[in-house]
Structure formats: structure tokens, C-alpha cells
Nanobody, 126 residues
Framework: QVRLVDSGGGLVQAGGSLRLSCAAS????????MGWFRQAPGKEREFVAA????????YYADSVKGRFTISRDNAKNTVYLQMNSLKPEDTAVYYC???????????????????WGQGTQVTVSS
């Protein structure tokens, strides 16, 4: 059974940091793009960040650029999201997703055949 397990969320003050992890099991995602999405209360799920299979290219939503860093450890089948300078508007449930559709150009995007983590809550207080 393929699973993505999200962890690392929590309550943090504005300006603080958190590191999210997405551990995959059941199959390897080491040769595929992976990403993070988030959904705030009353809002649609939105793209946050993506990384190609080698980690050579990364993509970010404008709202998190310069504050968040996506990375991966293919040996551990794990993707990370380091979040710094957190703001109250970053409050959301964060979901790992993969594999993403990526043809070598443009931003990797979610696939209808991909897998989702269960989500991890990030709450940033002002």
C-alpha cells in the first residue's frame, strides 16, 4: 500500500520556523517530482512548492518565495519543507503530493493519479 505521511506541523509565533516532512512508503518516488500544497479554512487548496526528482529545480508560490525551502532525500524517500519567517496567513493544513506531472518545462502540477498525505496543521499566531 502506497502512503505519504505528513508530519512536523504545530503552533508557532509569527516569525518562527517549522520543518515539515513527507515520508513515502510502499513505492519509491525518487525519480519523480513531488510537492507541497496547503488549504486554509474556507479556501481552496493551493500550490506551495515543488521539487524535481533530482532536486535540481524547485518552484514556489509567490507568497512563500524567499521564506520556504523544499528539499528531498531520495535515499529516505522523504520530502521536506523548511518554513521560515512564518506569517499568520501561512496558517493552513499542509499536504504532500506526488508524483507530480512534470514534462521538463513549466511548474510541476498535481496529477489525478497522484497520492496525498493526510495533512499536517500549521498554525501561526500573531
Amino acid at each position: 500500500q502506497v502512503r505519504l505521511v505528513d508530519s512536523g506541523g504545530g503552533l508557532v509565533q509569527a516569525g518562527g520556523s517549522l520543518r515539515l516532512s513527507c515520508a513515502a512508503s510502499g513505492r519509491s518516488f525518487s525519480n519523480q517530482a513531488m510537492g507541497w500544497f496547503r488549504q486554509a479554512p474556507g479556501k481552496e487548496r493551493e500550490f506551495v512548492a515543488a521539487i524535481t526528482w533530482s532536486g535540481g529545480s524547485t518552484y514556489y508560490a509567490d507568497s512563500v518565495k524567499g521564506r520556504f525551502t523544499i528539499s528531498r532525500d531520495n535515499a529516505k524517500n522523504t520530502v521536506y519543507l523548511q518554513m521560515n519567517s512564518l506569517k499568520p496567513e501561512d496558517t493552513a493544513v499542509y499536504y504532500c503530493n506526488g508524483p507530480l506531472i512534470y514534462g521538463g518545462v513549466g511548474v510541476p502540477r498535481s496529477s489525478p493519479y497522484g497520492y496525498w498525505g493526510q495533512g499536517t496543521q500549521v498554525t501561526v499566531s500573531s
